[in-house]
């Protein structure tokens, strides 16, 4: 006797009683790009649908999404021009977003992207000394965490990073906890985000850095000594082609804490471009979100997620 699978799939409303994996707007973490200035609302080029926001600009761009039940923001600064030292200046352009979206929002989730390429001459991730860079990115940490973020995330992979950030946060006696890109790949699906941000590397790459895109062992490590040092959640950056590393670290019994994947700017071009010009139907960008969360992602940080509130109904 062979087994009658497809009884399971005859009709809609049956394929959803049997259905494993589903969505909600809960499972999305919302990336925003703000910029200095006021009166800003501006599309990006390399990314329709992605703006960059004036602080003054956030709350009316905010209330529709959050009405739709948007939970959490990952903030990410980009100052009108370069110097580090502005990077933890209270009066940065972080800082003046996180309290105010506090003072509109004050449910929301804000976690912010901790890193200074945005900032930097040379558009990388460190000072050219890792230990030096580490304390910087702390110092930033700690004036995020005083603004009132709920959580930082260090992005720019430099070793001891999330033991020191710990560490300095500790001291000050903020509990706010620590979420790290602890497997990010260097990787060529974050090219429209660069131009966003502003932080292309001037020279070379970040190829000694961020993660080979070959190891998944090493990714592994770097996980788990990230969670040693103090990080209370991880990041794996890119998603779409890297589900196995999400996979692992979600099936390992080391690994009991939050994993978020990050739907990186490429892959959202990706399939964006397929969609816009009729190549390929939108469903795809909902398949390709189920494939996140059903490799084992916690939450998925993705510009998607005006689209998700748009289209949940057609596919839920």
Known sequence: MFRRFRQNRIDEKTRRIHRETTLSIADFILPLFIVEGTGICEELNSMPEVYHLSVDQ????????????????????????KGIEQAWDQNGVVQQAIRSIKENFSDLGVICDVCICSFTQSGHCHVGDNDKTIEILSQIALSYAESGADAVAPSDMMDGRVLYMRKVLDAAAFSTPIISYAAKFASGFYGPFRSAADCAPQEGDRKGYQMDFCNGN??????????EEGAAGIIVKPAMTYLDVVNRAKQSSENRYPIIAYNVSGEY????????????????????????????????????????????????
């Not at 940080?301 to 949940?312: D, E, L």
Request: glycine share 6%.
């Open 58 to 81: 956030i709350e009316p761009y905010l209330r529709p999404l959050i009405e739709a039940g948007l939970e959490t923001l990952l903030l990410f600064g980009v100052p009108s021009e």
């Open 218 to 227: 090493e990714a592994q490590e770097e996980i788990f000594t990230d969670i």
């Open 269 to 316: 071009m990706l399939l964006r471009n397929g969609v816009d010009n009729g190549i390929i139907a939108d469903s795809v960008i909902w398949e390709s979100l189920i494939a996140m969360k059903r490799a084992g992602s916690d939450r998925i940080i993705s510009y998607f997620v005006p689209w998700f509130i748009r289209n949940q109904e057609r596919f839920l």
